[in-house]
C-alpha cells in the first residue's frame, strides 16, 4: 500500500497571502496524484488530477506540481473561500486508493 | 449538471446490517467505475471500494473484504454498499463518488450519508 504524507498538518496564512502544501508518496506515483478540497460539513471537491491539472471550474490561483514522490498544491493569494482542508491521493498503484492525512489552511 | 444523493444511513448496533444507497444523474452512469469513500468523524478520508462500470469488477479495502458488498444497477442508475457485521469502527460519513475517466481520480462526490455503529 502506497503511504501518502501530507505536511504541515495546519497551515495559518491571512487572506491574500500565498499558500504551498506539500504531499509525499512512500513510491513513485508517477503522475497520478489528485487534489481535493473539503469544507466543513461538504464533500470532498475535486481540484487538481494528474497532477497538475486544474478541475473543471478551479480557478487559476490553484496550481499543482510535483511527479514521483514529491508534490505541491500552491495557492496564491487566498480567498476567504478557500480555507479548508486539502487532501492528496494516488491512484498509480490501486487498490486501495490512498489518500495523505489532510492540511488545514486557516485563517491567520 | 452531475448530481449524487446517499441514502440509507442511520444508527445500527454492533454485528447489525445496513445498505447504503446512491443515486446518479447528469452523466452516463453506465460508463463510469463508482466508489465508496468514507470518513470516520473527524477523521480523514478512506476508501472503501469500487465497482466497475459494468459491474463485473469489485475491489475493496482489507478492513472490509468478506463483510460489504458493493453492486450497481445501470438501468436505475443506482449504487449500493451493502454493510454486514457492522463494527464501532465502521462508523463514518460515506460519500460515493464518480471516477473521472478510468483510474481511479474521483471528479464528483455525493454530499455523504452517516453510519454510525454503536449499542
Known amino acids: 500500500e502506497i503511504v501518502m504524507t501530507q505536511s504541515p498538518a495546519t497551515l495559518s496564512v491571512s487572506p491574500g497571502e500565498g499558500a504551498t502544501l506539500s504531499c509525499r508518496a512512500s513510491?513513485?506515483?508517477?503522475?497520478?496524484l489528485a487534489w481535493y478540497q473539503q469544507k466543513p460539513g461538504q464533500a470532498p471537491r475535486l481540484i487538481i488530477y494528474?497532477?497538475?491539472t486544474r478541475a473543471t471550474g478551479i480557478p487559476v490561483r490553484f496550481r499543482g506540481s510535483g511527479s514521483g514522490t514529491e508534490f505541491t498544491l500552491t495557492i496564491s493569494s487566498l480567498q476567504s473561500e478557500d480555507f479548508a482542508v486539502y487532501y492528496c491521493q494516488q491512484y498509480n498503484n490501486w487498490p486501495p486508493l490512498t489518500f495523505g492525512g489532510g492540511t488545514k489552511v486557516e485563517i491567520k | 449538471q452531475v448530481h449524487l444523493v446517499e441514502s440509507g444511513g442511520g444508527v445500527v448496533q454492533p454485528g447489525r446490517s445496513l445498505r447504503l444507497s446512491c443515486v446518479a444523474s447528469g452523466f452516463t452512469f453506465g460508463s463510469h467505475a463508482m466508489h465508496w469513500v468514507r470518513q470516520a468523524p473527524g477523521k480523514g478520508l478512506e476508501w472503501v471500494a469500487v465497482i466497475s462500470y459494468d459491474g463485473s469488477d469489485k475491489k475493496y479495502t482489507d478492513s472490509v473484504k468478506g463483510r460489504f458488498t458493493i453492486s450497481r444497477d445501470n438501468s436505475k442508475n443506482t449504487l449500493d454498499l451493502e454493510m454486514n457485521s457492522l463494527r464501532a469502527e465502521d462508523t463514518a460519513v460515506y460519500y460515493c463518488a464518480k471516477e473521472r475517466d478510468s483510474g481511479g481520480c474521483l471528479d464528483y462526490w455525493g454530499q455523504g450519508t452517516l453510519a454510525t455503529v454503536s449499542s
Open positions: 494528474a497532477a497538475s
Open positions: 513510491q513513485s506515483v508517477s503522475y497520478n
